[in-house]
Nanobody
Framework: QLQLVESGGGLVQPGGSLRISCAAS????????VAWFRQAPGKEREAVSC????????YYVDSVKGRFTISKDNAKNTVYLQMSSLKPEDTAVYYC??????WGQGTQVTVSS
């Protein structure tokens, strides 16, 4: 059964760092493009970052460039989003996505003092 399970969210102070994870099962992560989306209260879901399948390509939305890094651990079949210099506007539920229609359940990231 194909699943994406996020973890690692939490409360962090502005300027802090957090790494969230998305563990994949039922398919080999490195064979697919995988993306991170986020949705803040009252806002539409937006694409934050994605990692291409096996070619090393990455994408970042302008608002997180230089602060967020997406990476894959093929041995663990897991994709990570390392977030640094976090801002209150980064507060959202973060979702892992395989673009052909698979979503995780989301993990809450709250940036607040």
């Amino acid at each position: 059964q194909l699943q994406l399970v996020e973890s690692g969210g939490g409360l962090v102070q502005p300027g802090g760092s957090l790494r969230i994870s998305c563990a994949a099962s039922g398919f080999t992560l490195d064979h697919y493009t995988v993306a991170w989306f986020r949705q803040a209260p009252g806002k539409e879901r937006e694409a934050v970052s994605c990692s291409g399948s096996s070619d090393g390509s990455t994408y970042y939305v302008d608002s997180v460039k230089g602060r967020f890094t997406i990476s894959k651990d093929n041995a663990k079949n897991t994709v990570y989003l390392q977030m640094s210099s976090l801002k209150p506007e980064d507060t959202a539920v973060y979702y892992c996505n395989r673009p052909d229609g698979y979503w995780g359940q989301g993990t809450q990231v709250t940036v607040s003092s």
